[in-house]
């Protein structure tokens, strides 16, 4: 089994509307976790962090349920420019990212 | 300009050929990392350096090595290259803020390397 597990995709979804990925992780002990963003054939760049609380930004939200080892990012209201490939990340003893997730946008 | 850059962007080699990639950052940030990035796998750490005289295995480091020249410069070589070591090599440098233990990673813009 893998650390850190995502669904590849592609999510094949209408502009405006609000999808959600999870991403699992098989370390319990895992402390930070994060969400990012990588265009095609771009580098990722940190969409956001994941606390514990869950987070918001915008249309983004983060969140984390320790007790079933899974973190989720929702984006609402779903723009074109929101076609991207999602990686999630874990830190336990060292940073160990997701496969990633591909969201398609479309029109 | 880019705090991460990294050198060339894009290569193509023959199996067997020393090939080595660079990388500099003008973020004055202490640890860089090289990392790989293949299809269905993910981005996957080959060496890490948490300051210029620490070196540190990743995930898949067999036939790969490592310099960290400066604290702004983390080379990645390949020795003797063979096809499977085709792929997209990032690097990427952190700084580990005091009173935080967040560690984000910021990226270099890539290197699509081709073994054949």
């Known amino acids: 089994r893998k650390e850190v597990e995502q669904d590849p995709g592609p999510f094949n979804v209408p502009e405006g509307a609000t999808v959600a990925f999870n991403c699992t992780y098989s370390?319990?002990?895992?402390?930070?976790f994060f969400w990012y963003r990588q265009d095609c054939r771009k580098e990722p760049k940190l969409l956001m962090s994941?606390?514990?609380s869950g987070n918001e930004d915008g249309r983004f939200t983060a969140q984390l349920n320790r007790a079933s080892q899974y973190i989720s990012l929702l984006i609402r209201d779903s723009k074109l420019s929101d076609s991207a490939t999602y990686l999630c990340?874990?830190?336990?003893?060292?940073?160990?990212f997701g496969a990633g997730t591909r969201l398609a946008v479309h029109p | 300009d880019a705090d991460v850059t990294q050198t060339p962007r894009n290569r193509i080699t023959k199996t067997g050929k020393r090939i080595m990639l660079e990388c500099s950052q003008t973020?004055?940030?202490?640890?860089m990392y090289w990392y790989r990035q293949d299809p269905g796998l993910g981005l996957r750490l080959i060496y890490y350096?948490?300051?210029?005289?620490?070196?540190n295995k990743g995930e898949i480091s067999d036939g790969y090595s490592v310099s960290r020249q400066a604290q702004a410069k983390f080379s990645l070589s390949l020795e003797s290259a063979i096809p499977n070591q085709t792929a997209l090599y990032f690097c990427?440098?952190?700084?580990?803020?005091?009173?935080?233990?967040?560690?984000?990673?910021?990226f270099g813009p890539g290197t699509r390397l081709t073994v054949l």
């Open positions: 990427a440098t952190s700084d580990q803020s005091k009173g935080e233990t967040i560690d984000t990673q910021y």
């Open positions: 370390n319990s002990a895992s402390q930070s």
């Open positions: 994941v606390y514990s």
């Open positions: 990340a874990v830190i336990s003893l060292k940073l160990i």
């Open positions: 973020k004055g940030h202490d640890r």
């Open positions: 350096s948490f300051d210029v005289k620490d070196i």
